[in-house]
């Protein structure tokens, strides 16, 4: 690849900061750039983008590269956090990471990095890119254990062009070994879980200062109240923990999960036992479709991941209408979650998705 500028989101995470390391060793022309985009309660213990950026800016130090401080605050409260919000209102588990990465890291960081005179982006993300035939391929991670396509389904044709990967083709060993190897202040600087740029912090106690909480009835699948619940928003289907349901001894005999919810009676089911019926999907359909090729794939006989850290299941894709889409699911899926991802996939090629619409149960 010819040497051009590539400029870097350095987040203050290892795995970029071993990005622009690669790239520099490439010869490349490496700027890096720190994204700030939350600024609600900035100053609280969970949100680290202080300690992140003082992260990001040794890093650049040691590298002996360029940082910029960045902040899409208002982009990501527009374009990913209200979307966020409305999900979670109409009863649904959004998935903020893939719409950040398709609305700010690969369009309001990229646009900016194209300003700045950038050939192309480079994030710390464990994906690949392939071009064949003039087509761009999003593909795996070559780290099973840290693939992150799933995250990454909704980027199209012009993205992919723009975008560099250095450390989808080595291990989460590998990229820890050359971080302590070169000396870098965060190689062992432990991965972050939290919301993306949100932070880690308790979930429950962060959607209460945006949603109003409606508490209603939990039901088991006989239409029996078993307990009470603090808003139907504040329930994901599948949970396990936290649901409020405590007291007799025959309903402690198997876990209770969450499984359904009646958004116009205001009424959470919880059914006992891992497998039950009510938590099994074989179909799902999905809309707000994303095609990394720009159209629906040709081959019905795919993969799919309905959740991120799953492996994944068999199914065919049918329905491929433009805007939504069907999947048939050889094997059972467990708490398909509407306002999750589907993921489709050819092998190690990840080729878009959806949003999930609705899984009935088997």
């Known amino acids: 690849m010819a040497k051009q500028r590539v400029v870097v989101g350095l987040s203050g995470g290892v795995d970029s900061a071993v990005s622009a390391h690669l790239l520099k060793e490439q010869g490349h022309e490496v700027?890096?750039?720190?994204?700030?985009?939350?600024?609600?309660?900035?100053?609280?213990?969970?949100?680290?983008?202080?300690?992140?950026?003082?992260?990001?800016?040794?890093?650049?130090?040691?590298?002996?590269?360029?940082?910029?401080?960045?902040n899409f605050a208002a982009d990501y409260k527009d374009r990913v956090f209200a979307d966020f919000l409305r999900e979670y209102q109409a009863g649904r588990t959004p998935n903020p990471d893939v719409l950040c990465n398709a609305e700010i890291k690969f369009k309001a960081f990229l646009d900016h990095a194209m300003r700045l005179g950038a050939g192309k982006i480079a994030t710390g993300h464990y994906a690949r890119v392939r071009e064949v035939d003039g087509q761009f391929q999003l593909l795996k991670g070559l780290d099973p254990l840290k693939d992150q396509s799933y995250f990454l389904h909704r980027l199209n044709q012009a993205q992919l062009s723009k975008t560099?990967?250095?450390?989808?083709?080595?291990?989460?060993?590998?990229?820890?070994?050359?971080?302590?190897?070169?000396?870098?202040?965060?190689?062992?600087?432990?991965?972050?879980?939290?919301?993306?740029?949100?932070?880690?912090?308790?979930?429950?106690?962060?959607?209460?200062?945006?949603?109003?909480?409606?508490?209603?009835?939990?039901k088991d699948d006989h239409g029996r109240t078993i307990g009470e619940h603090v808003g139907?928003?504040?329930?994901?289907?599948?949970?396990?923990?936290?649901?409020?349901?405590?007291?007799?001894?025959?309903?402690?005999?198997?876990?209770?999960?969450?499984?359904?919810?009646?958004?116009?009676?205001?009424?959470?089911?919880?059914?006992?036992?891992?497998?039950?019926?009510?938590?099994?999907?074989?179909?799902?359909?999905?809309?707000?479709?994303?095609?990394?090729?720009?159209?629906?794939?040709?081959?019905?006989?795919?993969?799919?991941?309905?959740?991120?850290?799953?492996?994944?299941?068999?199914?065919?894709?049918?329905?491929?209408?433009?805007?939504?889409?069907?999947?048939?699911?050889?094997?059972?899926?467990?708490?398909?979650?509407?306002?999750q991802s589907a993921v489709v996939y050819d092998g190690e090629v990840c080729l878009g998705g959806g949003v999930i619409a609705s899984a009935p149960a088997t």
């Open 31 to 70: 700027v890096g750039i720190f994204m700030k985009n939350w600024e609600d309660d900035d100053d609280s213990e969970y949100c680290s983008s202080r300690q992140d950026f003082l992260d990001a800016a040794s890093v650049a130090d040691v590298l002996g590269i360029e940082i910029e401080h960045v």
């Open 232 to 339: 139907l928003s504040f329930y994901t289907l599948g949970q396990r923990k936290g649901i409020g349901i405590g007291g007799l001894k025959e309903r402690e005999a198997a876990p209770w999960f969450v499984a359904r919810k009646d958004m116009a009676a205001n009424t959470l089911y919880a059914v006992q036992g891992h497998d039950h019926p009510w938590l099994l999907s074989h179909r799902l359909s999905a809309d707000d479709t994303s095609w990394v090729a720009g159209h629906a794939p040709r081959s019905a006989t795919l993969a799919a991941k309905t959740r991120y850290r799953q492996a994944d299941s068999a199914c065919a894709l049918t329905e491929p209408d433009g805007a939504s889409f069907a999947l048939q699911f050889d094997e059972a899926q467990w708490a398909v979650t509407p306002g």
């Open 164 to 218: 560099l990967f250095p450390v989808g083709e080595l291990p989460k060993t590998e990229v820890r070994r050359i971080a302590a190897e070169i000396g870098l202040p965060n190689a062992k600087k432990k991965d972050s879980t939290g919301i993306c740029f949100i932070g880690e912090r308790p979930f429950r106690e962060f959607l209460n200062r945006y949603l109003a909480n409606q508490p209603g009835p939990i």
